[in-house]
């Protein structure tokens, strides 16, 4: 039994590709999803709609400190505490 999660991001530009990351509290860390976003973004002018998405992680929920949503360059957009 692992852990399934839903996002929605707002305001993204692109061009981006990115991985959502559960960090547990150990420090251990899981790629929950993996995207791309294109030039237009999410929640822009040229695409309005969020970007939404699913994944899973094999990590128990209790055990999950945050996820982080990073680029592939290695930039953090967004951290959520849980």
Do not use: F
Request: charged share 20%; glycine share 10%; hydrophobic share 35%.
């Amino acid at each position: 039994m692992g852990t399934s999660v839903s996002l929605k991001l707002s305001e993204v530009r692109g061009p981006l590709t990115c991985h959502l990351v559960a960090v547990g509290k150990d420090g251990s860390q899981q790629t929950v999803s993996n995207w791309s976003v294109g030039k237009e973004g999410y929640d822009t002018s040229a695409q309005p709609e969020p970007l939404s998405l699913d994944g899973a992680t094999g990590m128990q929920p209790d055990a999950i400190d945050h996820v982080d949503v990073v680029t592939t360059q290695g930039r953090r957009l967004v951290s959520v505490n849980l």
